[in-house]
C-alpha cells in the first residue's frame, strides 16, 4: 500500500515538473481575428485587438478580412464616426498585428488592388488563410 | 527607465517615410488625482540633423502615434527620435532606414 502512495506521489511530482516546464517555454499565443461585417464592425475589433495586445504583449496577432469586413482596409475608410481608420491600423502595424485582405472579394465586388492600405497583405481567400492559420495552431476569433 | 519606441523608417518614393510608436500615460492633469504627465518636446534627426521638431500638449493620446515623410534620407542612414516629457524624463531610440 506505502509502494502505492509513494509511487502516486512520484508521478505526480513529475506531471508537475513537466507541466512546469511547459509554462517556462511556452509558445507564444497566436490568434487569428476574423472579419467580413462592414465598417460598422471594425472599431470595435480593432478595439479588441489593442485590449488583447495590452494584456498579453506577446501575442501574434493576423487579422483576416473578407467580403464587407475589407471595407475599413481600403484607401480613405472612415468609421462610423467619420473618423479614418488610419491611425489604428498603423498603430497595430507597429505592435506587430498582420492585416490580410481577400483577393476572392477584390474580384468579385471589382475592388482594384492599389486600394487596398499598404499596411494589408493581399492573400488569395480569405477563409482559405484562416484555415491555414488555425492548422498552425492560431486560436480562432470572431468578435 | 520609460519603455522603448517603436520606429520604422523606409523609403517611400524619393522621401523617407517614419513612423513612430511611443509608451507614455499622456495624462492631461485634467483627472482628479492624476497630474498632468505628457511628452512636450519631440525630436527627430537623420544623420544627427534634424528633421522635425514638435512641441506636444495634453491633448495628444496616450501612447502616441507619430508618422511623417522628409526628403534627404536614404537607405542605411540613422533616424533617432527624442522626447521630453514635463517631469523632465526622456528617452531617445534610433532604427536605420531601410
Not at chain 2, 27 to 42: C, Y
Amino acid at each position: 500500500m506505502q509502494t502505492i502512495v509513494r509511487r502516486m506521489a512520484a508521478a505526480a511530482a513529475f506531471l508537475f515538473a513537466v507541466s512546469g516546464a511547459a509554462m517556462a517555454g511556452d509558445p507564444p499565443i497566436r490568434v487569428v481575428y476574423h472579419i467580413n461585417e462592414s465598417v460598422q464592425k471594425a472599431p470595435a475589433v480593432l478595439h479588441n485587438i489593442a485590449n488583447e495586445l495590452d494584456a498579453e504583449p506577446n501575442t501574434k496577432i493576423v487579422l483576416v478580412a473578407h467580403g464587407p469586413g475589407i471595407d475599413f482596409l481600403l484607401k480613405g475608410a472612415k468609421d462610423p464616426k467619420g473618423n479614418p481608420f488610419t491611425p489604428e491600423i498603423e498603430t497595430l502595424g507597429m505592435r506587430g498585428v498582420e492585416f490580410r485582405v481577400c483577393n476572392n472579394t477584390l474580384k468579385s465586388r471589382h475592388i482594384d488592388r492599389s486600394r487596398v492600405v499598404e499596411d494589408a497583405k493581399i492573400v488569395p481567400s480569405g477563409v482559405a488563410e484562416i484555415a491555414k492559420l488555425e492548422s498552425q495552431g492560431y486560436v480562432y476569433l470572431k468578435p | 527607465m520609460p519603455d522603448p519606441m517603436k520606429i520604422r523608417a523606409a523609403m517611400a518614393g524619393d522621401k523617407v517615410e517614419v513612423k513612430v510608436l511611443m509608451a507614455h500615460e499622456m495624462e492631461t492633469g485634467q483627472r482628479k488625482g492624476h497630474p498632468a504627465w505628457f511628452i512636450q518636446n519631440v525630436t527627430a534627426t537623420c544623420n544627427g540633423k534634424t528633421v522635425l521638431s514638435a512641441q506636444w500638449g495634453p491633448a495628444v493620446s496616450k501612447n502616441p502615434f507619430l508618422s511623417f515623410r522628409f526628403h534627404g534620407g536614404k537607405p542605411g542612414d540613422k533616424v533617432t527620435i527624442s522626447w521630453v516629457d514635463n517631469h523632465g524624463e526622456k528617452r531617445t531610440d534610433e532604427t536605420t532606414i531601410s
